[in-house]
């Protein structure tokens, strides 16, 4: 599938980088210990060291440095066993100190790698150019008074990963993967919730146009897209804004824009600065950061497995399809669910199951696998009631359906409504007899070569057997019957 967008002048390639903003999932902030728990009263999360005081001095969070690094071991990158704090200085009203503490030319963790599953079963490797620890400012607030804005420090000092991409991006659909899939890897990693709608995780889409083969064009950067959805319909709009402009006999400017979320379109916010303009110097009241290499090599030891491992497991160990198991891991629980299912049974049955009526059922309910109504072992039951023909898959429908309204058990719900699978083949005959019998023109006509009616008399004797035929049984007997 080409990723190519035509123009008035031919087709044109759209260039993406991203620079993702993940919050760290610590209880304390990055260089004090003042808590981060989400939707707290305002400022009622904030040390002096958050709020600027004079003469406060950061104090790092380990275990946010430990986060770091489990993430950059996640995305198979190399981690710095030196790296070190700058003062990024600028002015905002929600930054005390006229600075944020970030990292520059030195970060925590340098190159690495994410793999993205497409649609058509491949696999893409984006590069990832840099991931470093810098603390979050607050938040103002214009809409608490007409004439007055405010000031929240809770977020002050919060520990974010930005996570920087090289530019190897296509296209908005390739963009909405990369999220998806790093969002799944921090949280398999346990590193960020990746709840983007908390604010957890927010991007900076960095987007340019160019003919194919040629140089990177100029770049504009969309700030702070806090959806998928939004970065997929951002991408969108600013290349199709870029070819046009060009396309016309204009030039890109290189600036920082805002996404419209309610107008789908970007605007312009202030030209974009560059690193000189920063004046990043070395954080003096914080000594170069240096890792001992037997620790990192500890928390490799103690990663779980990763999406991308379970992947190929599920696929080795069940038979069942790349596809099937790169839906299943997307989430850590629906993976795990799927193997409490599946051991020790038909597996592709069970991920047939998962992930047509079972997920079907949760989106309906509007519930997750840790809260759904079906355990893993009810429905194992229900499956091991499929594979000894006590019930056929049309009847299992039914009872999975009473399974979710009443909790009870498969079997039980068997043996109350009768349903159990009639395999008596006498009886079937019997049944199949009758349809014939009422059916005499349709059998003729299927005699004489119509034989898209063979589904017809199926559903004719499994409607008057309730459904509770053996389907294979029917379908053998049938068969053996029209042709006589």
Same mark, same amino acid.
Not at 84 to 112: C, M
Not at 224 to 246: G, K, L, P, T
Not at 381 to 407: C, H, N, P, Q, Y
């Given at each position: 599938?080409?990723?190519?967008?035509?123009?008035?002048?031919?087709?044109?390639?759209?260039?993406?980088?991203?620079?993702?903003?993940?919050?760290?999932?610590?209880?304390?902030?990055?260089?004090?210990?003042?808590?981060?728990?989400?939707?707290?009263?305002?400022? /009622?999360?904030?040390?002096?060291?958050?709020?600027?005081?004079?003469?406060?001095?950061?104090?790092?969070?380990?275990?946010?440095?430990?986060?770091?690094?489990?993430?950059?071991?996640?995305?198979?990158?190399?981690?710095?066993?030196?790296?070190?704090?700058?003062?990024?200085?600028?002015?905002?009203?929600?930054?005390?100190?006229?600075?944020?503490?970030?990292?520059?030319?030195?970060?925590?963790?340098?190159?690495?790698?994410?793999?993205?599953?497409?649609? $058509?079963?491949?696999?893409?490797?984006?590069?990832?150019?840099?991931?470093?620890? &810098?603390?979050?400012?607050?938040?103002?607030?214009?809409?608490?008074?007409?004439?007055?804005?405010?000031?929240?420090?809770?977020?002050?000092?919060?520990?974010?990963? &930005?996570?920087?991409?090289?530019?190897?991006?296509?296209?908005?659909?390739?963009?909405?993967?990369?999220?998806?899939?790093?969002?799944?890897?921090?949280?398999?990693?346990?590193?960020?919730?990746?709840?983007?709608?908390?604010?957890?995780?927010?991007?900076?889409?960095?987007?340019?146009?160019?003919?194919?083969?040629?140089?990177?064009?100029?770049?504009?950067?969309?700030?702070?897209?806090?959806?998928?959805?939004?970065?997929?319909?951002?991408?969108?709009?600013?290349?199709?804004?870029?070819?046009?402009?060009?396309?016309?006999?204009?030039?890109?400017?290189?600036?920082?824009?805002?996404?419209?979320?309610?107008?789908?379109?970007?605007?312009?916010?202030?030209?974009? &600065?560059?690193?000189?303009?920063?004046?990043?110097?070395?954080?003096?009241?914080?000594?170069?950061?240096?890792?001992?290499?037997?620790?990192?090599?500890?928390?490799?030891?103690?990663?779980?497995?990763?999406?991308?491992?379970?992947?190929?497991?599920?696929?080795?160990?069940?038979?069942?399809?790349?596809?099937?198991?790169?839906?299943?891991?997307?989430?850590?629980?629906?993976?795990?669910?799927?193997?409490?299912?599946?051991?020790?049974?038909?597996?592709?049955?069970?991920?047939?199951?998962?992930?047509?009526?079972?997920?079907?059922?949760?989106?309906?309910?509007?519930?997750?696998?840790?809260?759904?109504?079906?355990?893993?072992?009810?429905?194992?039951?229900?499956?091991?009631?499929?594979? $000894?023909?006590?019930?056929?898959?049309?009847?299992?429908? &039914?009872?999975?359906?009473?399974?979710?309204?009443?909790?009870?058990?498969?079997?039980?719900?068997?043996?109350?409504?009768?349903?159990?699978?009639? /395999?008596?083949?006498?009886?079937?005959?019997?049944?199949?007899?009758?349809?014939?019998?009422?059916?005499?023109?349709?059998?003729?006509?299927?005699?004489?070569?119509?034989?898209?009616?063979?589904?017809?008399?199926?559903?004719?004797?499994?409607?008057?057997?309730?459904?509770?035929?053996?389907?294979?049984?029917?379908?053998?007997?049938?068969?053996?019957?029209?042709?006589?």
């Amino acid at each position: 599938m080409s990723n190519l967008i035509q123009g008035a002048t031919g087709a044109w390639e759209i260039v993406i980088g991203l620079e993702v903003h993940a919050q760290v999932s610590s209880n304390a902030k990055l260089f004090s210990g003042a808590a981060t728990a989400f939707g707290a009263e305002p400022n /009622t999360q904030v040390s002096t060291v958050d709020a600027g005081f004079p003469g406060m001095l950061p104090v790092i969070n380990r275990y946010c440095v430990e986060q770091a690094v489990k993430t950059g071991l996640g995305l198979k990158a190399k981690i710095n066993l030196t790296s070190v704090f700058d003062r990024k200085n600028y002015f905002y009203a929600d930054l005390p100190n006229g600075y944020q503490i970030s990292q520059y030319k030195d970060p925590i963790v340098g190159e690495g790698r994410l793999l993205l599953d497409m649609p $058509d079963g491949s696999t893409r490797e984006i590069g990832i150019t840099r991931l470093h620890l &810098e603390q979050d400012a607050g938040k103002s607030m214009h809409d608490q008074h007409p004439n007055l804005t405010f000031v929240d420090l809770n977020r002050a000092g919060v520990a974010l990963m &930005e996570i920087v991409s090289e530019p190897d991006l296509r296209s908005a659909e390739e963009a909405a993967l990369y999220l998806t899939k790093l969002r799944t890897v921090l949280r398999y990693l346990g590193t960020c919730d990746g709840n983007m709608e908390e604010g957890s995780m927010r991007a900076d889409v960095n987007v340019s146009v160019r003919k194919p083969g040629q140089p990177f064009g100029t770049r504009c950067e969309i700030k702070n897209v806090n959806s998928i959805r939004f970065v997929r319909a951002a991408v969108e709009y600013e290349a199709r804004r870029q070819i046009d402009i060009i396309e016309d006999g204009g030039v890109i400017h290189q600036e920082t824009r805002l996404f419209d979320s309610g107008k789908g379109v970007t605007r312009s916010m202030r030209s974009k &600065e560059d690193a000189h303009d920063y004046r990043y110097f070395p954080d003096p009241d914080l000594l170069p950061l240096v890792l001992d290499a037997a620790w990192v090599e500890g928390l490799k030891a103690g990663l779980p497995e990763l999406p991308d491992e379970k992947k190929a497991r599920l696929v080795a160990d069940y038979g069942i399809k790349p596809y099937d198991a790169g839906v299943l891991v997307a989430e850590r629980e629906p993976a795990d669910f799927f193997e409490a299912v599946a051991r020790g049974r038909d597996s592709r049955l069970a991920a047939s199951w998962i992930m047509g009526d079972y997920f079907a059922m949760l989106n309906r309910l509007g519930k997750s696998v840790t809260d759904s109504p079906v355990s893993a072992q009810a429905l194992g039951e229900l499956i091991d009631l499929i594979a $000894d023909d006590t019930i056929s898959g049309r009847i299992a429908k &039914e009872v999975f359906e009473a399974m979710v309204e009443t909790g009870k058990a498969p079997a039980a719900i068997v043996e109350e409504k009768g349903l159990r699978q009639v /395999t008596d083949t006498g009886a079937i005959e019997t049944a199949i007899d009758e349809v014939l019998a009422r059916n005499q023109d349709k059998v003729a006509e299927y005699r004489s070569g119509k034989d898209k009616l063979f589904g017809f008399f199926v559903g004719q004797v499994m409607k008057a057997t309730q459904g509770k035929a053996n389907p294979a049984a029917v379908n053998d007997i049938l068969k053996a019957k029209l042709q006589g």
